[in-house]
């Protein structure tokens, strides 16, 4: 059976570095939002149709490929919470797991925007994910997005049963991830480097 943990938050809250951590210490599989949508943005174009109809298999068929050979996976999300699509979207993965005898966790991150502003500049964060190297472009998508989206959901509300927030505005990665590690309870697989994180 595969578990499945969500990494949301907002734009350059820190989410790769977090899911990288939980990644290393557990020896999960991560696939980062970015995976699909710089393979789908080279092949279709920046916010095509078709761009936005091959993301979506991407994922899909990475999830469903994920339950067949029970592999454990991270994935990193950016939520807007007030659109009631995302939360059918996020129960479907929920129950898509859960479904198949594996678990589903929800971790929240939030930062203030002068922190995600300057994580944005990162070099990290620039060298792992192409369109970032426009920091003027990325840096106006970021504002813009956090006044046009709810993309942290409110105090008191809670989407999922096994559903943790952070405020990682202070926290280094792997203080954040050591968190959720246990608070979900979670063990290490058994693996060879090579079968989670090949090729970094």
Request: proline share 2%; glycine share 4%; charged share 30%.
């Amino acid at each position: 059976m595969a578990n499945l943990i969500i990494v949301c938050g907002p734009h350059a809250v820190g989410k790769m570095t977090v899911a990288e951590c939980i990644r290393d210490k557990l020896r999960y599989n991560l696939m980062m939002n970015h995976d699909s949508i710089e393979i789908s943005d080279r092949i279709f174009g920046f916010g095509t149709p078709a761009q936005k109809e091959f993301n979506a298999i991407f994922r899909e068929k990475a999830f469903a490929t994920a339950i067949k050979h029970n592999i454990d996976i991270i994935f990193t999300y950016v939520c807007a919470f007030e659109m009631p699509k995302e939360k059918e979207y996020l129960t479907k993965l929920s129950d898509m797991f859960i479904s198949n005898g594996g678990k589903f966790y929800f971790v929240e991150l939030s930062s203030d925007i002068e922190t995600r502003l300057k994580r944005n500049e990162t070099p990290h964060r620039i060298e792992r994910k192409a369109s970032k190297k426009n920091i003027e472009w990325s840096r106006a998508n970021l504002i813009n997005a956090a006044h046009k989206h709810k993309l942290n959901s409110d105090q008191d509300d809670i989407w999922f049963e096994n559903h943790i927030k952070i405020d990682n505005s202070n926290l280094e990665s792997d203080e954040v991830a050591d968190m959720v590690i246990k608070a979900f309870n979670r063990v290490a697989n058994i693996k060879e480097e090579k079968e989670y994180r090949f090729g970094l």
